[in-house]
């Protein structure tokens, strides 16, 4: 399944809608402006909220913590020695990793699980201006999950770069 985020409104504090490929509304994003640190909310098209995310405060890299229900899910954070292309690691709270790679400023990067690709995030395949696809590969996969983390490490790769 295919979604569709307006990248120029990417920007916390501001709410924003992520849309099927039908042009459906499907996830709200709540930013939380007035914070000390990132913080925003994916919720449904009824207004529950699905994901909590926001920066770690007192990390010595910036990382990014997405929560479920008040639960820890994941830890995103920039992987060290990631020379030639940016790389993240999203460590999930039951100890496996997704692995995300790719040209995260050009928005044309992979999520993978062991070298499996759960999803491909991409400008490529749309003709509107400041969008990017998020295709979710797998029919089995977290899709707020996999947003969540696109939106993170395109976040985190803005602010290393000083393009927030």
Same mark, same amino acid.
């Given at each position: 399944?295919?979604?569709?985020v307006r990248d120029r409104l990417l920007g916390f504090g501001d709410d924003y809608w992520?849309?099927?490929? !039908?042009?459906?509304?499907?996830?709200?994003?709540?930013?939380?402006?007035?914070?000390?640190?990132?913080?925003?909310?994916?919720?449904?098209?009824? &207004?529950?909220?699905?994901?909590?995310? !926001?920066?770690?405060?007192?990390?010595?890299?910036?990382?990014?913590?997405?929560?479920?229900?008040?639960?820890?899910?994941?830890?995103?954070?920039?992987?060290?020695?990631?020379?030639?292309?940016?790389?993240?690691?999203?460590?999930?709270?039951? &100890?496996?990793?997704?692995?995300?790679?790719?040209?995260?400023?050009?928005?044309?990067?992979?999520?993978?699980?062991d070298g499996e690709l759960l999803a491909q995030i991409s400008r490529r395949w749309l003709?509107?201006?400041?969008?990017?696809?998020?295709?979710?590969?797998?029919?089995?996969?977290?899709?707020?999950?996999?947003?969540?983390?696109?939106?993170?490490?395109? !976040?985190?790769?803005?602010?290393? !770069?000083?393009?927030?």
């Amino acid at each position: 399944m295919r979604f569709l985020v307006r990248d120029r409104l990417l920007g916390f504090g501001d709410d924003y809608w992520i849309e099927d490929e !039908h042009g459906n509304k499907v996830f709200l994003v709540d930013g939380k402006a007035m914070r000390l640190r990132d913080t925003f909310e994916l919720k449904d098209t009824r &207004g529950r909220v699905l994901i909590d995310i !926001h920066q770690k405060m007192f990390a010595l890299r910036d990382t990014m913590v997405i929560e479920r229900d008040g639960e820890t899910l994941a830890t995103i954070r920039r992987k060290r020695l990631s020379l030639l292309r940016n790389h993240y690691r999203v460590a999930l709270v039951d &100890g496996t990793e997704l692995d995300v790679s790719g040209k995260i400023l050009d928005r044309e990067f992979g999520v993978d699980y062991d070298g499996e690709l759960l999803a491909q995030i991409s400008r490529r395949w749309l003709r509107v201006r400041e969008t990017y696809g998020v295709d979710v590969v797998r029919d089995d996969a977290d899709t707020a999950l996999l947003i969540a983390v696109a939106v993170c490490v395109i !976040h985190l790769a803005e602010k290393e !770069h000083g393009a927030d």
